[in-house]
T-cell receptor
Framework: AQTVTQSQPEMSVQEAETVTLSCTYDTSESDYYLFWYKQPPSRQMILVIRQEAYKQQNATENRFSVNFQKAAKSFSLKISDSQLGDAAMYFC??????????FGKGTLLTVNP | GAVVSQHPSRVICKSGTSVKIECRSL??????MFWYRQFPKQSLMLMATSNEGSKATYEQGVEKDKFLINHASLTLSTLTVTSAHPEDSSFYICSARRTTYQETQYFGPGTRLLVL
């Protein structure tokens, strides 16, 4: 079984500042993938970033980057230069050999102007 | 691309009726599609996995006779909520897995179901 824990129900950041969202996970699989999805008020799930567990290099996508600590089973998301449009619920997820995703409970990010 | 559509986006029905929700991958072939349910301010709960041309696999606790899933082609999966009751009211989201980057799921915009 796989579990994902997001310990921050809510976070806030000032526009243009940097914020880090935490995520820890547990899995018995050796080959897995980690994801951050964003769900704005429209409720459309949007892929933010993905990380293959076998890769040591942290994934980056423009202003979004992850800090993947495999031994600690930690997968945090850093958002740089925060924008108003970044306000959303962020879900961390893990996928394994059966391609099913297990989601965390989410972190609601507020961006203050 | 990797666009997934859902139809309808919102539906209101009377208790006892059946409702069909369509999920389409618009610009790719989807080997597998997934159906989720999301309650307000909660996370996504996987209901079932749908593979083209075979029977769906349901998660524990999900009634397969209540939630009928058909995956007739590589671009279309349908979820039918049969004999809907008010407790079935929820937000239903589908996702699709493409043959490249197989581990990544792309999500539809969701369907809000309200059963009166």
């Amino acid at each position: 079984a796989q579990t994902v824990t997001q310990s921050q129900p809510e976070m806030s950041v000032q526009e243009a500042e940097t914020v880090t969202l935490s995520c820890t996970y547990d899995t018995s699989e050796s080959d897995y993938y980690l994801f951050w999805y964003k769900q704005p008020p429209s409720r459309q799930m949007i892929l933010v970033i993905r990380q293959e567990a076998y890769k040591q290099q942290n994934a980056t996508e423009n202003r979004f980057s992850v800090n993947f600590q495999k031994a600690a089973k930690s997968f945090s998301l850093k958002i740089s230069d925060s924008q108003l449009g970044d306000a959303a619920m962020y879900f961390c997820a893990i996928g394994g050999s059966n391609y099913k995703l297990t989601f965390g409970k989410g972190t609601l990010l507020t961006v203050n102007p | 691309g990797a666009v997934v559509s859902q139809h309808p986006s919102r539906v209101i029905c009377k208790s006892g009726t059946s409702v069909k929700i369509e999920c389409r991958s618009l610009d790719f072939q989807a080997t597998t599609m997934f159906w989720y349910r999301q309650f307000p301010k909660q996370s996504l709960m996987l209901m079932a996995t749908s593979n083209e041309g075979s029977k769906a696999t349901y998660e524990q606790g999900v009634e397969k006779d209540k939630f009928l899933i058909n995956h007739a082609s590589l671009t279309l999966s349908t979820l039918t909520v049969t004999s809907a009751h008010p407790e079935d009211s929820s937000f239903y989201i589908c996702s699709a897995r493409r043959t490249t980057y197989q581990e990544t799921q792309y999500f539809g915009p969701g369907t809000r179901l309200l059963v009166l």
